[in-house]
């Protein structure tokens, strides 16, 4: 190969184009496979939800639907502003690209401190941690805690996902700030983007499975 | 290596580009990383041996000849365990598919050399993690880690291991993403997914499962170790949990898993018989989809391990009807492989003899599996030898005898040198002869009635177990023949040169040791896969 190689592209690839389908079918890929990492988790969801709907239905009560409507507002809006910063990338902006990265980073850090810092010491101070210690008076306890159980480990794994995401935006703020993308290479942005809306939409499903049980009553 | 051994024909290939330790743990070429994985799934298909080897000594007398019944139970375990997750299912798809994905598409490497290289040390880590059970005392739950037993009342050895094997499945849904990305999006100009080699075909069914699969293994090991750790009810049925669903989530990833170890033998056996056969394929398209075929429904059939778990008579019904759906591609390769044979100038070599091999034993693995899918007849079968007997016949004689096959077949092109076809034919004889008087039995025994993860039986059994200890011993020899004269051929072989079966396949028109960059251009590909008989190419 004679021609003059990028410097944006790997060994193994011909040109920036595979390299790029290749890096967004991988992206892909591996979000299915969160799809059904997740997916094992909610159903586990729906057969103890259909069994014990009226603990389920109870547990969610306890749960603050405000809180967690506040949340869901969060997510979507760091969702706009990490589209947005994918565009900014494609375009070559570094300047608004840096700031969008930072108002995603803001947004997703504000949804895990709510999550954790608000909604979950609450539950704990309110007797509702599993195996910590849960205490609840009332008809169907165990079925109550087999929700807390469920509602502690979806959120609790989808607020690891979050903190992952954003210490990937965090990296690559950083390579923002050293001039590492531009209109030709902005693919790990893309791909960062395509992550963050996944764990976004996740938590679509997540809130209202967990908070909108009894929202009829 | 001695200077005189440096084989004549070749220059600087993968294996003497770069020198010393660090060149190989630090390495992102496919072909060093599919030999780190040879070299560890070998370290634990020993171990994992060793641990079948004591099984079988203790079960020649009745009462149990060696082990304490609690150390009988361990060693079923590791046994299950190690050989499950630590050496099948890596075995082809990370050694050879490592080895032959990337050649095979025209490649200079896979799409994500160093997500590769990471796969290998997420593998290596679990493995430690399982070792450490091991060593630390052992578990006894089988490799199932059924609940309540693995949550309530086995040791906490069961958490170092279910977190090995947690950890392990990352390396495959790694090892998987980066087979389908290069085989979409990598393929040499002419390359069309029709002028595949049937092995690509398999190793991409492969990858859906194990994309598809793992992650639920994960998540149900994770809810393991949660309900463990926190005494919370999500499978014990003591505190509100059901144990049903640990099996029903258990058994989605875990009978594609068995895909995942049956589906890349097949792909090796159909380049291994069209090769010594000197003829194409018959009917290409019907094995390539077949493949394919497999992966879907083997997502579908799960509940054929929980036929007298209490699941429904209806759910029963539609689950052993989608089991004999399945069998319908496998048999579809069976038949296509042997009308390959029909009439094809058909030599003996030492691959072909494991690819026969595997296509008796796997189908007897296979119809024997259709005893196991009717309702009526499980009843009778489950947790029996007979159900011992059916998936050994299709992992070890099918799955493992193809790997074998694979490994004699590219073994020259791996290492650049010929092992000696003597010894290779004869072991490949053991093998065989040492398999089926180790498990035949074992259908006999089933069918009478013994129970499997016993470590004592009635008198009357012991005739068979016996047969099948012997067998046993003869089937490790079988095993380890081939260990030496490998070994021995990395130093003393002769080179192999590039294509020493006349083969086609474009991992076979670059030199043996192939350079570090596979090609010295890129391929063309003008013809369909299995071209043989147009001309004789390649005269030896
Ligand atoms: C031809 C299609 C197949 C059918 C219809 C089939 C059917 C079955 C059935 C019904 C069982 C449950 C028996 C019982 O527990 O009572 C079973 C067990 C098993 N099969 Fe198959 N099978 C097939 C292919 C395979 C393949 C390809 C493999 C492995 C590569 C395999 C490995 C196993 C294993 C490991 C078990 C036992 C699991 C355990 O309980 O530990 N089977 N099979
Ligand atoms: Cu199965």
Redesign the pocket.
Same mark, same amino acid.
């Given at each position: 190969m004679s021609e003059v190689r990028s410097a944006a592209l790997a060994e193994q690839f011909e040109d920036l184009d595979q390299q790029h389908e290749a890096s967004s079918l991988g992206m892909w890929v591996f979000l299915a496979t969160e799809i059904m990492f997740f997916g094992g988790l909610f159903a586990g969801y729906s057969v103890y939800r259909g069994l014990y709907f009226p603990g389920f239905d109870a547990g969610s009560a306890l749960l603050n639907v405000k809180v967690g409507a506040l949340n869901t507002a969060l997510l979507l809006c760091s969702s706009l502003t990490m589209a947005l910063g994918v565009r900014a990338a494609t375009l070559g902006k570094r300047r608004e690209l840096a700031t969008f990265l930072v108002l995603t980073i803001l947004l997703g850090l504000t949804f895990v401190g709510i999550k954790l810092g608000v909604e979950w010491h609450h539950d704990y101070l309110e007797h509702l941690a599993p195996g910590i210690n849960f205490a609840y008076e009332g008809p169907n306890a165990r079925a109550v805690e087999l929700f807390f159980v469920f509602y502690f480990f979806m959120t609790g794994v989808h607020a690891l996902h979050m903190v992952v995401g954003v210490s990937i935006l965090a990296v690559l703020l950083w390579m923002t700030f050293r001039g590492r993308f531009g209109p030709e290479r902005y693919n790990p942005v893309e791909m960062a983007g395509l992550y963050w809306h996944f764990v976004d939409i996740i938590w679509i499903f997540l809130y209202p499975l967990l908070y909108l049980i009894g929202a009829h009553h | 290596m001695s200077t005189t051994a440096v084989a004549p024909t070749t220059g600087v290939n993968y294996l003497n580009a770069q020198y010393g330790i660090r060149s190989w743990l630090l390495t992102t070429d496919h072909k060093r990383i599919a030999l780190l994985y040879l070299g560890s799934v070998t370290f634990f298909f020993l171990i994992g041996g060793a641990a079948a080897v004591l099984m079988r000594l203790h079960l020649i007398e009745p009462q149990g000849a060696l082990l304490e019944p609690a150390t009988y139970n361990k060693m079923f375990s590791m046994h299950?365990i190690i050989m499950v997750f630590f050496f099948l299912i890596p075995s082809i798809p990370a050694v050879m598919g490592n080895f032959l994905v990337p050649m095979m598409v025209g490649a200079r490497d896979l799409a994500f050399p160093r997500l590769n290289l990471l796969s290998w040390y997420v593998y290596i880590v679990g493995g430690l993690f399982t070792l450490y059970a091991v060593v630390a005392g052992g578990v006894d739950t +089988?490799?199932?880690f059924y609940t309540p037993l693995s949550t309530t009342y086995a040791n906490g050895n069961v958490m170092a291991a279910a977190l090995g094997v947690f950890i392990t499945g990352f390396s495959s849904i790694l090892t998987g993403l980066n087979f389908v990305v290069t085989i979409h999006k990598m393929r040499a100009p002419g390359l069309t997914w029709f002028r595949l080699p049937l092995f690509l075909w398999a190793i991409y069914a492969t990858s859906i499962i194990m994309i598809l699969g793992t992650p639920v293994l994960a998540i149900t090991l994770l809810l393991v170790a949660l309900e463990r750790t926190f005494h919370v009810g999500i499978f014990d049925p003591a505190l509100g949990g059901d144990p049903i669903l640990f099996q029903h989530l258990f058994w989605f990833y875990?009978h594609p898993a !068995?895909?995942i *170890? /049956?589906l890349p033998s097949m792909g090796v056996v159909s380049e291994l018989v069209t090769c010594f056969s000197r003829k194409r394929i018959f009917g290409y398209s019907f094995v390539a989809f077949s493949s394919v075929a497999i992966a879907v429904i083997s997502f579908l @059939?799960w509940g054929? %391990?929980m &036929? @007298?778990s209490g699941q429904s008579v209806y759910a029963g019904l539609v689950f052993s009807a989608l089991? &004999?759906a @399945?069998?319908i591609p496998?048999a579809i390769k069976v038949f296509n492989w042997t009308a390959t044979l029909y009439k094809g100038s058909v030599s003996y070599q030492a691959p072909m003899l494991y690819a026969l091999g595997f296509i008796g034993l796997f189908t007897m +693995? +296979?119809l024997t599996?259709?005893f $196991?899918?009717s309702l009526a007849t499980?009843i009778h $079968? %489950?947790?029996t030898y007979f !159900?011992i007997a059916? &998936?050994h016949y /299709? *992992?070890v004689g099918?799955?493992l005898m193809g790997y074998l096959g694979g490994l004699h077949f590219w073994w020259p092109k791996m290492t650049g040198r010929l092992y000696p076809d003597g010894w290779a034919r004869f072991s490949a004889l053991v093998i065989f002869i040492g398999f089926n008087l180790t498990f035949f039995p074992q259908y006999i025994l089933g069918y009478l009635g013994m129970p499997r993860r016993y470590a004592v039986y009635p008198e009357e059994f012991q005739v068979l177990n016996v047969m099948s200890s012997a067998g046993a011993s003869i089937l490790a020899v079988g095993y380890l023949i081939p260990l030496v004269y490998f070994i021995w051929s990395i130093r003393y072989g002769p080179p192999a040169g590039p294509n020493p079966w006349g083969a086609k396949g474009l991992e076979w028109e670059t030199p043996s040791p192939p350079p570090t960059e596979n090609f010295e251009e890129v391929p063309v590909v003008e013809e369909e896969a299995y071209a043989y008989g147009e001309k004789e190419a390649h005269v030896v």
């Open positions: - | 299950g +089988g490799w199932t875990s !068995v895909y *170890m /049956i @059939v054929h %391990h &036929f @007298v089991s &004999f @399945v069998a496998s +693995g +296979g599996g259709l $196991l899918a499980d $079968l %489950h947790d !159900v059916h &998936f /299709i *992992m099918g799955a």
